[in-house]
C-alpha cells in the first residue's frame, strides 16, 4: 500500500496556493474617454499630469516616471506622505505608494487607462484615478479651447457675433406719441 500522507498535508497546501495565484495579479483599472481633444493633446496632458502632480492635502516625496512614446504608455511610481490633525486625537501620519501605468489608445474615441498591478483597496485606487483623471482635464482646460469644434468635420464654425449696439442697462428713448416702442 502506498504512504498517502502527501494526500493529508499537500493537497490543502496545493489548493491553497492555487486559490493565491489570481490574487497574484489582481489590480485595478480605470478608464476615460476623452472624445472632444484630439489625441495629441491628451497624450500631452497624461504625460505632464504624470510627471507634476499636484495634490491639495497630500506631498509628494518621490514621483518616478518613464514615458514610452512609442506605445503612448506612462509607467509612475509615486510616494505620497501627509500629517493628519483632528482636534481630540494624537497626529498621525499617512503613507500611500502607488504603482500605475497610463495608456493612451489610438483610436477614437481617445480613451485613457489607468491601471495598477498593485493589490489594493478599490475604494482608493478609484479615489486616485479620479483625481488623475481631473489633473488630465485640468491641464487640458489650461491648453485652451479646441479649434475647430469637435463634430463640425468641414471646419466651418460659426464667426464672431457681433457686439450689442447699445450696452447693457441702457434705457432706451420713449418713442414718439402714436409710435409702438421696439422691443
Not at 18 to 28: M, Q, S, W
Not at 58 to 81: F, G, T
Not at 93 to 114: C, D, H, M
Request: charged share 25%.
Amino acid at each position: 500500500m502506498r504512504d498517502r500522507s502527501w494526500f493529508v498535508v499537500g493537497l490543502p497546501v496545493a489548493c491553497a496556493a492555487a486559490a493565491l495565484v489570481p490574487l497574484g495579479g489582481c489590480g485595478h483599472s480605470q478608464r476615460a474617454e476623452f472624445d472632444d481633444r484630439p489625441r495629441g493633446e491628451v497624450w500631452q496632458a497624461v504625460v505632464q499630469a504624470c510627471r507634476a502632480p499636484r495634490y491639495p492635502d497630500w506631498v509628494v516625496i518621490a514621483n518616478e516616471v518613464s514615458v514610452d512614446d512609442a506605445s503612448s504608455r506612462v509607467s509612475v511610481y509615486r510616494d505620497l506622505r501627509r500629517d493628519v490633525v483632528e482636534p481630540g486625537l494624537a497626529p498621525r501620519r499617512e503613507e500611500r505608494r502607488w504603482r500605475f501605468v497610463a495608456t493612451v489608445s489610438a483610436e477614437r474615441p481617445t480613451t485613457v487607462t489607468l491601471s495598477s498591478p498593485d493589490w489594493a483597496v478599490p475604494g482608493h485606487f478609484w479615489k486616485e484615478s479620479d483625481h488623475f483623471f481631473g489633473q488630465v482635464r485640468t491641464r487640458l482646460s489650461d491648453m485652451g479651447p479646441v479649434l475647430p469644434p469637435p463634430g463640425d468635420p468641414m471646419g466651418g464654425a460659426p464667426g464672431a457675433v457681433p457686439a450689442d449696439p447699445v450696452a447693457p442697462g441702457h434705457r432706451p428713448e420713449a418713442p414718439p406719441a402714436g409710435a409702438l416702442a421696439n422691443p
